[in-house]
Nanobody
Framework: QVQLVESGGGLVQAGGSLRLSCAAS????????MGWFRQAPGKEREFVAN????????YYTDSVKGRFTISRDNAKNTVYLQMNSLKPEDTAVYYC??????????????????WGKGTLVTVSS
């Protein structure tokens, strides 16, 4: 079993930056792609970014391209999401997730087998 715990959320003004962390425990996630999703109030959960097990091939939803960067440190069993130039529409609970299967690089929420409890990001205008 994999447990995921997010941290780093908070309140920031538009244009500011935050760095989210996702610490995994229970087993190594070095063979899992890792991703970030978010859910804004009244909206469905949506894909934000993911990265494969070697740290290559990051993939982003269009709305965050050029502003967010996903990375990972397999030695620390941790994934990061650096968020720059934040906008009020980025306000959401951000979740870390990993697919049920190893060596699967997908952005489909239904394929995720492991989820954190989320960290709230609030961007004020």
């Amino acid at each position: 079993q994999v447990q995921l715990v997010e941290s780093g959320g908070g309140l920031v003004q538009a244009g500011g930056s935050l760095r989210l962390s996702c610490a995994a425990s229970g087993r190594s996630v070095s063979s899992y792609a890792m991703g970030w999703f978010r859910q804004a109030p009244g909206k469905e959960r949506e894909f934000v970014a993911n990265i494969n097990w070697t740290g290559d091939n990051p993939y982003y939803t269009d709305s965050v391209k050029g502003r967010f960067t996903i990375s990972r440190d397999n030695a620390k069993n941790t994934v990061y999401l650096q968020m720059n130039s934040l906008k009020p529409e980025d306000t959401a609970v951000y979740y870390c997730a990993a697919p049920e299967m190893q060596f699967v690089h997908t952005s489909a929420p239904g394929a995720m087998g492991y989820w954190g409890k989320g960290t709230l990001v609030t961007v004020s205008s």
